[in-house]
Structures are given as C-alpha cells and as structure tokens.
C-alpha cells in the first residue's frame, strides 16, 4: 500500500509519499516488493498527485485525469474530475476482475490525492473508490489541512498530527525563503518519520520517499527525501515558478 499525505500551507501544498509497491493478493507477497516506485505524479506544472491502491485502476485514473485538466482548471473542476476519473477506473477494473479475486480484501481501493495551485488557488482534494467504500471527494483550501490515506489501522494519521501541531506552533511561516524554509523542512521529516513509523509496523509501507513542494513565487521542487538536505535529490524546474488480480498495490 502507500502513505500519502498533502498538506496546504500558507502559501502553497506539499505532497509526499513512500515508495514501496507491494502484490498483497499473490500468493507469496513478499515476493517483487518493490522500494523505488515514484508516486508523486505531475499533473499540470502546478498541480500534484498521489496515486493510492490497486495500480491497475490508478494508473488509468491517473491519465485520465492528466488528460481532462489545463492549466485554468478551478479546484472545484479538479475535484470532480478527479472522482470521476477513479470512480470509472475502479469500475472498468471491477469489470475485468478474475472470479477468485477477493474484492474484499483491505487492499481492494484506489484513490487520487491532489494538491497544487491552479487559478492562483491553493487546493487539496482527494478521491477513494472501493468495496464497502462510501465517501464523497474532498476538497480542501485553508492553512494546514491535509489529507493522509495509508497506514489508518496503525494510526498514522495520528502521529502525523501531533508532529504538524508541533511545527506549526514552534516555527513561523517564512513566505520570503524559499523553496525550501524551516517549516517546509520540518514538515518533510515530520512525514518522513510517519512513514519510518508505520514501516516498522507495516511491511507493505516503506522504501524511497518522495515530494513535491508547490509554492507562491518559488520555483516548483521535486525531490527525495533525506535528513542531510546536501545529499537530498531533488529537481528543480526554474520554468515552473507560479506567478499569480490486481498486479501490485500502492
């Protein structure tokens, strides 16, 4: 499975998430686990996602979605395209479902968490399409909401929340340093050490950590996570500064 987590800040989204991909229905699931997998997916210049379940069904809702935005998509139209583009993801994977495949098992979900700012919005939105699931599409606009999907049977959500309190109430905002300030930076290893957390705990989470961070007036940062940011991976792309039987599991 996955940890995904897209937070809004004062002036922009992070989105982060692990790297492990997982075969939880094979018959030997510690078989092909792999650690590399990138999971922060571009959109538009602005605009991120986290795809989150059966890759069958996240890889078509992902595309689907690229190709339906433009770069004046309202948050509210990302939103529905979003729903629209798992919920027919999940049904087209229904439909070519092996008979013995168990449509109830806890990885049986697919979700796309967005973030970015389009329309000089700041935004997060998320969808979650599965057996047994009945939950409309988020959409989120004010400082410090988030969403996190993965990890929920050990709490993950939880833990995230004590550390962003924590940061939020030590470190002030600084909209003049960037991409990179000292909350920014905070709140990469405060999802970082959730993942670490759960992978503990979980061994379907894990491996190479990836983000992206989106803000007002700063170059659009995509990176790999390290705790020495001298050795942190990250690409840079200065023409992206904002002006104005299920194969496998995530």
């Not at 970015?116 to 399409?129: K, M, N, Q, T």
């Not at 599965?130 to 999907?149: D, E, H, M, R």
């Not at 109430?169 to 670490?196: A, D, F, M």
């Not at 705790?227 to 690409?235: A, L, N, P």
Request: hydrophobic share 35%; proline share 6%; net charge neutral.
């Amino acid at each position: 499975m996955t940890i995904g987590i897209a937070l809004i800040v004062p002036d922009g989204v992070i989105l982060v998430a692990d790297g492990r991909r997982t075969h939880p229905q094979s018959p030997n699931p510690s078989e092909g686990v792999e650690d590399n997998t990138d999971k922060v997916v571009s959109l538009t210049d602005h605009v991120y996602a986290i795809p989150f379940g059966v890759v069958q069904a996240t890889d078509l809702a992902t595309m689907s979605l690229k190709a339906s935005l433009n770069h004046d998509s309202s948050p509210e139209h990302i939103r529905y395209e979003t729903d629209a583009s798992v919920k027919l993801s999940w049904n087209q994977l229904l439909g070519v479902l092996a008979s013995d495949v168990d449509v109830n098992h806890p990885s049986m979900r697919a979700a796309l968490i967005v973030g970015g700012i389009s329309r000089d919005e700041i935004f997060i939105s998320a969808s979650l399409h599965g057996s047994g699931v009945n939950q409309p599409p988020l959409l989120l606009k004010n400082n410090f909401q988030y969403i996190s999907l993965g990890g929920e049977q050990h709490r993950a959500d939880t833990h995230f929340a004590q550390q962003l309190k924590d940061i939020v109430r030590n470190h002030p905002w600084s909209y003049s340093e960037g991409p990179y300030n000292i909350c920014t930076k905070k709140i990469l290893q405060g999802v970082n050490n959730t993942i670490q957390h759960i992978a503990e705990l979980d061994p379907s989470i894990g491996g190479v950590v990836r983000y992206a961070i989106i803000r007002k007036g700063f170059p659009v940062i995509k990176g790999i996570y390290s705790s020495d940011y001298k050795e942190s991976i990250s690409q840079t792309d200065p023409t992206r500064r904002h002006r104005g039987r299920p194969d496998s599991s995530r």
